[in-house]
């Protein structure tokens, strides 16, 4: 959705990689407004679109994708993408509509730029799975890459909301990560262990008011009583208005 940082470069990299000196690699710029759910950020979402032209251009992107809301969506528009399973919960239950939004427009930009691959990164681990879901069920002759979460220099996951933080919050906001590394490391095995000690690390951060805290299958984002293979802690966490989410693997 723009305001492109390292991680996002991260993307363009590996992309470049894959597709080779006879490829060709596309971004996609769309702040998409259907997966804002009601008061949202969608009209302050940042929409740096010189910076990030000018840093498509220096990366080596061949082509720069960002319609206009009014290309991508007819008016009386009544043609939605919808994943009912997957998304139920985490991110699902918190933003009602989200996922639906996201699948629309991921059909739709799949069907305008009709790819060989498409990149995302694993910070938004839900959003993988359920873009993943929606390639198998719907027969997209794309192949899904997963991208590792590229991460700031103190832990912090890389994040165009980052920028939304004042000083004091991008201070705090480390919590999350040293949260999601002190469960990891602690050797528990309950999903109930891991969850409170993830929490109590987070709440030593006075401005941090957790959504969630979960251990899930990382494949179908179902929660699970017990750290096995496979499994992910994630977190959502608002500081002040600005909600942040995290996850590590475990197991």
């Given at each position: 959705?723009g305001?492109?940082?390292?991680a996002h470069?991260?993307l363009?990299?590996?992309?470049r990689?894959?597709a080779g000196?006879d490829?060709?690699v596309a971004?996609s710029?769309?702040?998409?407004?259907?997966?804002?759910?009601?008061g949202?950020d969608?009209q302050q979402?940042?929409r740096p679109?010189?910076?990030?032209?000018?840093?498509?251009?220096?990366a080596g992107?061949?082509?720069l994708?960002?319609?206009?809301?009014g290309?991508?969506?007819f008016?009386?528009?009544?043609?939605f993408v919808?994943?009912?399973?997957?998304?139920s919960?985490?991110e699902?239950?918190?933003?009602?509509?989200?996922f639906?939004?996201?699948c629309?427009?991921?059909?739709?930009?799949?069907n305008?730029l009709?790819?060989?691959a498409?990149?995302?990164?694993?910070k938004d681990?839900q959003q993988l799975?359920?873009?993943r879901?929606m390639?198998?069920d719907l027969?997209f002759?794309?192949?899904?890459?997963a991208v590792?979460?590229?991460r700031?220099e103190?832990g912090?996951?890389?994040?165009?909301?980052?920028?939304?933080?004042?000083s004091?919050?991008r201070?705090?906001?480390?919590?999350?990560?040293k949260a999601l590394?002190?469960?990891?490391?602690a050797?528990?095995?309950?999903?109930s262990?891991?969850?409170?000690?993830?929490?109590k690390v987070?709440?030593e951060?006075?401005?941090?008011?957790i959504?969630?805290?979960a251990?899930?299958?990382?494949?179908?984002?179902?929660?699970v009583?017990?750290?096995?293979p496979?499994?992910?802690?994630a977190?959502?966490?608002?500081?002040d208005?600005?909600?942040l989410?995290?996850?590590?693997?475990l197991?």
């Amino acid at each position: 959705m723009g305001a492109l940082h390292k991680a996002h470069l991260q993307l363009i990299r590996i992309a470049r990689e894959r597709a080779g000196i006879d490829g060709e690699v596309a971004v996609s710029i769309f702040v998409n407004p259907i997966q804002f759910e009601p008061g949202s950020d969608y009209q302050q979402y940042p929409r740096p679109e010189q910076a990030d032209e000018d840093f498509c251009r220096e990366a080596g992107v061949n082509l720069l994708f960002r319609p206009p809301v009014g290309e991508m969506y007819f008016d009386d528009r009544s043609t939605f993408v919808e994943e009912t399973s997957l998304s139920s919960v985490l991110e699902g239950e918190s933003r009602p509509g989200h996922f639906r939004g996201v699948c629309t427009v991921v059909a739709k930009l799949f069907n305008i730029l009709a790819p060989d691959a498409a990149l995302f990164g694993e910070k938004d681990f839900q959003q993988l799975a359920i873009v993943r879901r929606m390639v198998r069920d719907l027969d997209f002759k794309i192949e899904i890459v997963a991208v590792p979460t590229v991460r700031e220099e103190d832990g912090l996951a890389c994040s165009s909301r980052n920028q939304y933080l004042n000083s004091e919050e991008r201070k705090q906001a480390t919590v999350l990560h040293k949260a999601l590394v002190a469960a990891a490391n602690a050797g528990k095995k309950s999903a109930s262990d891991v969850i409170d000690l993830a929490r109590k690390v987070i709440s030593e951060a006075p401005l941090a008011r957790i959504d969630y805290v979960a251990l899930v299958d990382a494949e179908n984002s179902q929660a699970v009583e017990m750290v096995r293979p496979n499994s992910l802690l994630a977190v959502a966490v608002f500081f002040d208005k600005t909600r942040l989410i995290d996850n590590i693997r475990l197991g």
